[in-house]
């Protein structure tokens, strides 16, 4: 009998129910953690067994974690290297190049594409990688090898400063893998014209899993007037703008968001108004001036992090599509957006039915929709379709 290349981890009795039906996660509290599991080191490559003795492929483990395995091969003893990232990369890019006619997409997400823990965005010839769990980390050195042989970007910054590092007991790091840290760089989608800053913006630099509502709600901005509320670096706004909005007004709390925003509005030669304020406070002073807008987007940070953050979070929901139907005009739209994925679908969409009932407004649902096609989802982990995007035609 062959000796197993990795430790091997067995899940106790009765145990795997989700694993055995190919989702690619394993619990602690599935798992026989004897003292030799325990001594593993975090982000050790094993093999996963049941307590039948099947097997069921190769994983990286972390005692530490709630999620303890996350699967990377349905064999065992799979060989995690540089020519296993390589296939699964080639693999990525043949997906993305059948979508996308440009460089600028999300060529890597996570579980979706069958490397949990990783994300990695592309804008042309720089590669923005972020990597959340103590098994990837360990795999940093193949990983990165893998990505120079098959896109071969100039640059590779590490945006490797996500809370959830934490959890995996990693530190939190900003830096240049290759070539060096640009102060912001320029991006195309849906021929737009965009600046985004890598090294310190939010997530990997740029929302790419909002690509195709920007389009939709910039076809609907036409001769329309447009408040766009989180408005970041100008997704949803300078698209508008460009597709013939009337008037186009932003805003956000953050003042270096604002400067890559107007600088895309003078890109794309777009009048655009963008202030900096806070949005609860900006939405309450617009409706009591009675300003109205044809077409309202609200895309918001996460107001649910954690699961503990669930109600005060769904409260805040409920406020934020009280407020911005209140400056929504009749006859007007209203985009509202959860990247929160603590927060289920069906409650983020009770939640923003009753705000537009409490400022009295009737509104029929025109489009659900959540992150674009580079973002895919595992068909066994539906909670991993993070983003949530609502569009309303009100009365």
């Not at 129910?17 to 080191?41: Q, Y």
């Not at 600046?195 to 389009?215: C, L, M, V």
Request: glycine share 8%; proline share 5%; charged share 25%.
């Amino acid at each position: 009998m062959r000796m197993a290349t990795h430790p091997t981890i067995k899940l106790r009795p009765k145990e795997g129910r989700r694993l055995r039906g190919g989702a690619p996660w394993v619990f602690s509290n599935e798992i026989v953690m004897d003292a030799a599991t325990k001594a593993l080191a975090p982000g050790s490559v094993v093999n996963v067994q049941g307590d039948d003795g099947i097997a069921f492929g190769t994983g990286y483990f972390n005692a530490a974690s709630l999620i303890a395995v996350r699967m990377l091969d349905a064999k065992a003893d799979t060989k995690i290297d540089a020519a296993f990232f390589a296939t699964a990369l080639k693999r990525a890019l043949l997906r993305r190049e059948a979508l996308y006619d440009a460089p600028f997409y999300r060529l890597v997400h996570a579980e979706g594409d069958g490397l949990p823990g990783l994300a990695i965005d592309r804008f042309d010839d720089l590669s923005s990688v972020q990597v959340t769990t103590a098994g990837m980390e360990k795999q940093m050195p193949a990983l990165l090898e893998a990505l120079n042989d098959v896109v071969a970007p100039k640059t590779v910054v590490l945006r490797n400063d996500t809370p959830s590092r934490a959890l995996e007991g990693l530190d939190s790091y900003v830096r240049a893998a290759k070539g060096e840290m640009p102060e912001r760089i320029s991006l195309m989608e849906n021929g737009v014209h965009y600046f985004a800053d890598i090294g310190a913006g939010q997530k990997t630099g740029w929302y790419f899993d909002q690509r195709d509502n920007h389009a939709f709600m910039a076809k609907l901005a036409k001769g329309r007037s447009v408040l766009d509320a989180y408005c970041y670096a100008g997704g949803f706004g300078i698209a508008a703008g460009k597709n013939g909005a009337t008037a186009v007004t932003g805003i956000d709390s953050s003042q270096g968001a604002l400067d890559l925003a107007q600088e895309a509005a003078a890109a794309n030669a777009v009048q655009a108004r963008f202030m900096k304020a806070d949005v609860f406070e900006e939405l309450e002073r617009l409706a009591a001036a009675n300003e109205k807008f044809d077409v309202v987007i609200a895309d918001p940070p996460p107001f649910v992090k954690s699961r503990k953050d669930l109600e005060p979070g769904a409260k805040a929901y409920r406020k934020l599509a009280r407020l911005a139907a209140a400056v929504t005009a009749p006859n007007g739209f209203l985009l509202l957006a959860s990247c929160s994925h603590n927060i289920a679908a069906d409650r983020f969409a009770l939640e923003c039915a009753i705000g537009i009932s409490r400022a009295n407004r009737r509104g029929a649902l025109i489009r659900q929709s959540g992150a674009g096609a580079d973002h895919p989802v595992h068909p066994m982990l539906p909670e991993t379709a993070y983003l949530k995007a609502l569009v309303y035609a009100l009365d």
